[in-house]
């Protein structure tokens, strides 16, 4: 006769907390460059962390699938026949070079949650859907967000066809990635699918920290643009072409980033970053005849982005002109600001008081998949504090005692939806 197996106690918060930080340290490994985290949408390492999420939120009781663009969606509680989902998520892209807490604490966190409420406080009447999404950054096709826009209906088939530096299209890389581009359309949210969609991610910056609170609720996510620019001109010989003669893209761009940073400077609130620049044909002894460039560009106001973007590619035309060289400048994403749904920060507040921390308000300069999830759903976003603020590169840092406190205000928020209905 077999002996009987006493069933494992469930996990403490602090052990919750401590599986988390665990996890987040083993997706580090599925990396395209060794030695760093680059986890670009569609590559195998996304693949493998798609799959050690799947076993993970199998695990926390929840039934599994991969949709049209590779996300994984986990689900509890199955669909119920006219009942709205409460959906959770974040992203397990990153960017190149990345810590290893953005997009997938929020995974995280939630797994341990939704497990958390299976086992204590017992099943919520509504399905509770957990996205982890396979691209919020927008790293391989500069597209960001490309999960949450097919849910939220704009996803633009266009994109398929944009490529990644190795010439690679969209659609290829979806189908490799497990996904179905025929099925976009069809993976819309309908009105009444769901009733919030709510996003635990690191704060990305220093407010938390100042205040000492481990945790603090959203207001509204600021807008941005993503522009990709490139100046051309000619290539030539570094030691015969006279300067007077060139038709060089690169004192250009030089010009353009300086100004780029001379008004947000000078406007108050406004970001803007060129964060990548490519000199072709890339010899230390041959001119460069062409010039790409990013510019991201940030402000809680739409109206003042958008003078602000129009000022720079003014600027930028004029600085080609000066110089005899051809502009091209393309929105790559544009995205406005948007607020987050009151009664669901009353909730989230209400939940972090019940962990005994103060609740701090604060909003998000950072983009992410709760901009584009707003368009059909309200929304909400918990942060946690994250050490100095510094985030989108390896020294990212949070402590197990504040994800064991998102952990807790994330359970009391679902008990609280589980008890007293969504009201
Ligand atoms: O760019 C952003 O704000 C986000 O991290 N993707
Ligand atoms: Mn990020
Ligand atoms: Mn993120």
Not at 160 to 188: I, K, Q, Y
Not at 255 to 261: N, P, R, S
Not at 369 to 385: C, K
Not at 402 to 411: E, K, P, Q, R
Request: net charge negative; hydrophobic share 50%; with cysteine.
């Amino acid at each position: 006769m077999a002996a009987s197996v006493a069933a494992a106690p469930p996990l403490t918060l602090p052990e919750r907390a401590a599986r988390v930080m665990a996890r987040c340290d083993a997706l580090a490994a599925f990396t395209e460059e060794p030695g760093r985290i680059t986890r670009p949408y569609g590559a195998p390492a996304a693949i493998g962390a798609r799959q050690s999420l799947a076993q993970w939120m199998l695990d926390a009781g929840m039934e599994t699938r991969i949709d049209a663009v590779g996300d994984l969606c986990g689900q509890l509680n199955g669909s119920i026949p006219d009942v709205p989902a409460l959906l959770l998520g974040s992203h397990f892209d990153s960017v190149r070079d990345a810590g290893r807490y953005d997009g997938l604490l929020g995974i995280l966190v939630s797994i341990e949650a939704i497990d958390r409420l299976r086992l204590t406080t017992g099943r919520a009447p509504f399905p509770i859907d957990l996205l982890a999404f396979a691209d919020e950054e927008g790293l391989r096709f500069q597209t960001t967000y490309l999960g949450s826009c097919a849910l939220a209906g704009a996803f633009d088939p266009a994109f398929l066809d944009l490529t990644d530096a190795n010439g690679v299209t969209l659609r290829e890389a979806m189908t490799l990635f497990g996904g179905n581009p025929a099925g976009l359309a069809s993976m819309a949210l309908n009105p009444g699918d769901a009733f919030a969609y709510v996003e635990v991610h690191i704060e990305q910056g220093p407010y938390l920290e100042s205040v000492a609170a481990p945790v603090g609720v959203v207001t509204a996510i600021s807008g941005q643009t993503r522009i990709l620019l490139s100046l051309t001109g000619e290539a030539g010989h570094a030691g015969t072409v006279a300067m007077h003669l060139r038709r060089d893209p690169l004192p250009a761009a030089a010009e353009l980033v300086l100004a780029a940073e001379t008004l947000a400077r000078q406007t108050r609130g406004l970001l803007a970053t060129i964060g990548t620049i490519d000199a072709e044909p890339g010899a230390s002894n041959v001119i460069p005849g062409r010039v790409s460039l990013s510019l991201d560009v940030r402000h809680p106001e739409d109206a003042v982005r958008a003078i602000a973007v129009e000022t720079l590619h003014a600027r930028a035309s004029a600085i080609a002109a000066a110089r005899a060289l051809d502009l091209e400048w393309r929105i790559a994403r544009d995205h406005p600001a948007v607020p987050c749904d009151p009664a669901l920060i009353a909730r989230l507040g209400h939940a972090v008081a019940a962990t005994g921390h103060p609740v701090e308000h604060l909003p998000s300069g950072a983009g992410h998949d709760a901009v584009t999830m707003s368009a059909v759903v309200p929304v909400a976003m918990l942060f946690v504090r994250c050490a100095g603020g510094i985030s989108h590169q390896p020294a990212e840092s949070v402590t197990v005692d504040d994800v064991a406190v998102a952990i807790d205000v994330l359970d009391h928020f679902l008990a609280s939806l589980a008890h007293e209905g969504r009201s």
